[in-house]
């Protein structure tokens, strides 16, 4: 026997539809790269997306063809989101800060028919737009009198002309829910990026549960920035999110200096923010050396790599920003996992709290986890074991675009599949869990485990520290030991010996990197995480003390 309700496919155009109707007046605000502030609403956006779903069906886009952006957070990159995505067609969001032939080889890969982009990005479009014979236009996203004068682009086609062009009255299809709506590339470390492609039904179930209030808890109360790109899976769904629950939605466009963000934080009195850890290290050091505070910011998303736990300390302490610990991938749309206390933590004493929001957390309602070891067994969840974490859910991929890589999925014994998603992790008798590492990062010393995150996390702690990395080096007789790289802060200075030092009870003693080096700069991978493999290839030939 079936239930007898309604049938009606779970769509990102009902998301727009539902933040028109219901919360017209809220206000979406950009700072647009010609340096302006730029003010409309929910209703103005969704007649917006209306033009430019029409304009793109007369340039002859279909269902289910790709259309690309290369663009910073702001209400036109917004507008493609909700244009492509609701009439059928796929919005496919590329990260700019990948190299340009990477940039051309993913393009290639995807057949994207049309490339919207930012002027900034200019220079990468003219010097790809002749190895990508798919794309039929190029789409500068300006008004007509900041068109490039001589650019040698073939068909490109001016934002606002398109707009204008088009009616702003469109039925958006009732297409199957099941029907591809987004397209991310992971960051491509190792060999060619690979493709995560969204279905609506997986967009809506994910901004469902992020919305939760023991996962993101976005409101309509809220003012929300989001720092996170929204060529970073999505902005981690936010602008479906903000859409559900009717926020107020503030773009930074270019700007994500400590100096821009804080200015743009009072303006529109943001309450809710969400980034990596290497931008709020930023915004930290600008309020902290100009002696500001925040009036209305309360609580933030930290994601994309691990929080190391004296910046969860100093918003919370310094600020009264509550840090909101998360974990997920591409893979995973992108949110996994969400550290919140529970009630039997509110008791807890300050520092056992901190130990709580130092992990990444508990899973939220549609994503099944477990830690296995080497042979595939299950592992306990005791806090302890480390363990290859596997995952599975409604909105975790089963396969990547056009099989590249193979399939990715593991079986276990029920024949249930599972995503390995190389992360190393421990989960406890709470359900909380907390990764140690990536599996290709994790430091194998005498045939033990060392945890290179909680090693940084612990240097990031130490006041003269600006940046810190670990990684293993070969050894004759532990196979690796950890070395510390480190960048100092600016003016400050620390040596080696205090560094070590440092660590002193904090962790098991033979956890203790056998070596520090100085450097000016640590390199950051195109979503701001710390590019180990660069590091690696870099110490290749050190030689440990120890060793």
């Known amino acids: 026997m079936q239930g007898l309700m309604m049938d009606m496919p779970l769509l990102v155009s009902s998301l727009l539809t539902h933040a028109a109707r219901h919360f017209p007046d809220v206000e979406i605000v950009s700072r647009r790269i010609e340096g302006d502030i730029h003010r409309y609403t929910w209703s103005d956006c969704a007649q917006r997306c209306a033009q430019l779903a029409n304009a793109l069906t007369a340039a002859g886009v279909n269902q289910g063809d790709r259309v690309a952006t290369l663009a910073w957070n702001g209400y036109r990159h917004l507008e493609t989101y909700y244009a492509v995505g609701g009439m059928g067609s796929v919005i496919h969001t590329i990260n700019p800060r990948l190299h340009p032939e990477q940039i051309a080889w993913i393009i290639n890969h995807a057949e994207d028919r049309y490339l919207a982009f930012d002027l900034t990005f200019l220079p990468i479009i003219e010097g790809i737009a002749a190895l990508c014979p798919t794309v039929r236009g190029w789409i500068a996203m300006c008004d007509r009198d900041r068109m490039p004068a001589d650019s040698k682009i073939p068909n490109l086609l001016c934002y606002e002309e398109l707009i204008a062009s088009g009616s702003n009255a469109f039925d958006w299809p009732q297409i199957d829910e099941r029907s591809a709506v987004a397209l991310c590339y992971t960051s491509g470390t190792t060999g060619n990026p690979k493709g995560a492609l969204y279905s609506h039904r997986s967009t809506i179930l994910h901004a469902y549960a992020a919305a939760l209030p023991d996962a993101m808890g976005c409101s309509t109360r809220d003012s929300i920035l989001p720092v996170v790109p929204m060529f970073h899976v999505n902005a981690w769904g936010l602008p479906y999110i903000c859409a559900m629950v009717g926020a107020k939605l503030v773009f930074p466009g270019a700007a994500l200096d400590g100096k821009s963000l804080y200015e743009l934080f ?199 520290v600006a940046q810190a990395a670990v990684i293993g080096i070969a050894h004759p007789k532990w196979d690796e030991r950890p070395l510390l790289i480190v960048v100092r802060k600016a003016g400050m200075d620390v040596s080696k010996e205090e560094l070590l030092a440092y660590y002193e009870g904090k962790i098991a003693k033979w956890w203790t990197p056998d070596d520090v080096q100085f450097v000016d700069s640590i390199p950051l991978g195109a979503t701001g995480k710390l590019l180990k493999t660069r590091l690696r290839e870099q110490f290749k030939d050190y030689r440990l003390p120890s060793a």
């Open 266 to 464: 009072e303006a529109e009195k943001i309450t809710y923010s969400a980034g990596v850890p290497t931008v709020w290290l930023g915004l930290l050091q600008y309020v902290s050396s100009n002696n500001l505070k925040f009036s209305t910011f309360s609580r933030t998303v930290i994601g994309g790599s691990a929080c190391p736990p004296a910046m969860i300390k100093a918003f919370r302490e310094q600020y009264g920003v509550e840090v909101i610990h998360a974990w997920g991938m591409t893979e995973l749309s992108p949110l996994g996992t969400v550290s919140q206390l529970m009630s039997k933590h509110l008791d807890l004493p300050e520092s056992d709290q901190m130990t709580v929001f130092a992990k990444q957390g508990k899973s939220l309602f549609g994503v099944d986890m477990k830690i296995v070891g080497d042979d595939g067994q299950d592992l306990p969840w005791d806090g302890k074991t480390f363990g290859d974490l596997l995952v599975r859910g409604p909105w975790v991929v089963k396969s990547y675009f056009r099989g590249e890589g193979g399939d990715p999925l593991r079986k276990d014994e029920h024949g249930h599949d599972w995503f390995p998603t190389g992360d190393v992790a421990t989960i406890d008798a709470d359900g909380y869990m907390q990764i140690t590492d990536r599996s290709k990062d994790v430091i194998k010393s005498g045939g033990e485990w060392i945890s290179s995150i909680d090693l940084e996390n612990l240097a990031i702690g130490h006041p003269a």
